[in-house]
């Protein structure tokens, strides 16, 4: 990835790739740490362009990668002339979008190489970072909604010399959805901007891949990454209609949460099942784990509920790992603490929330959950692009299910109402290689 300066005849473990070539990641021993990455006796990648050009970049970025199956091991070394410029970015919180403002290096991972979702780390100088999660927008023109709820669990190092500076990562690989089955070949690239330079009018942007536009999120242009001698089964899980709401208990409040997990790891496992309620300081201010034994290809329903009085905005954060540790998989959302008598879940669709349009599906269903007023009458309304219906249910259940038709409907936005409560549908356009799950989970 990065060019560097050599003396005629001098022999370095570094070399120049370009994007249409593979970055073969080799198995080694780890420690699950930032560190000795760069030492690694591994050559390094580089000669970086400069974003949505072929043309080589004239200050320089080099990396080395390599896993241990439970973690990817990254080290990146960036030149860097004007040191003590770079030297005076500032320091931000965790996730903060002003680490983007400056110098820094984007980490950005494409596991199912389909485009689908971007996983993308930012870090500068400081060891200041964040972590993201890109969700295409179903309209395939690479635009990318992020997450800022999504924590890759990664250890990460930074360190500052003379005339250069580098990051070491070590990321559990369970932080990444979409691990194919066959777990060789994903899509990755390495970005850098830079913004030191005394007569710098614009950021100098520069990536490992070539890119076609002057964007860094255009995955389908990563460099393939060939995974040596990695077992992908392990992280072959799946994590649907995760929901969550606040509880009256005996003893207060308790925050419920429910979902269903699909063992397709092609052996019989138990795993634990764990849920994180974090603050905006990222500080985890509640938390409850299960152990659940899971069968191969078996649905198995798995809830819990976990004491708290905290109010307001948190990040439910949801951990499925092995009894030594290993992480299968993650998933997080920005949830309200708050109690709510209604809860509305929906069940068809049951992906995202979202119809796609290769989806046959006649009618949109949703669970309604109550904690008050059982016993009595409530109305149900779907209600979007010149569509409205009602339903009503003349006296609720504790578990009350609704269906509406909805066949030959206009792409949009739907709205699902009831109780003072609403779900919004998305209708969506035609993607041609679009993907959905059904309601049990099955591509």
Known sequence: MNRIGMICGLIMLSFSLTAAEKVTIPFREGNGK???????????????????????????????????GKYLYLGVEADEPEME?????????HDSEMIFRHDGIELNFDPS??????????????????????????TNSCRYVFDQAWDSHAKIATHKMKDKWQIEAAIPIGAFGEIPADGKTQRIDIGRTRLTGKKKSKPELSTFSILSRPSFNRPHEFAQAEFRQFDPKPFQWQLENLTGGMKKTADGTAYAVSAVLLNRTGQFRFVNFRVQLLNEKQEVVAESTRRVKTQVNQIIPVSLSIPTK???????????????GLLYKTESREVKLEYQPVRIVLTEPAYRDCIFA???????????????????????TLAGEGYEKTVTIPKTKAVNRVSFPFENQKDGRYVLSAGGVSKTIRKLPFRKGEIWLDKNGIV
């Open 34 to 68: 930032p560190e000795g990455i760069l030492s690694a006796d591994l050559p390094f990648y580089s000669g970086f362009h400069i974003l949505g050009k072929k043309e080589q970049c004239q200050v320089q970025t080099r990396f080395k990668i390599f896993h241990d």
């Open 85 to 93: 410029a770079c030297a005076a970015v500032p320091r931000y919180p």
């Open 113 to 138: 190489g389909k485009g689908r979702i971007i996983y993308k780390l930012m870090i500068n100088p400081n060891g200041n970072w964040g972590d993201f999660r890109g969700m295409d927008d179903n």
């Open 310 to 324: 905290a109010s307001g905005s948190h990040i439910m954060q949801v951990d499925l790992y092995g009894s030594g």
């Open 358 to 380: 290769s989806q046959p599906l006649k009618r949109i269903e949703a669970c309604i959950t109550l904690e008050e007023g059982i016993g009595q009458p409530l109305t149900v």
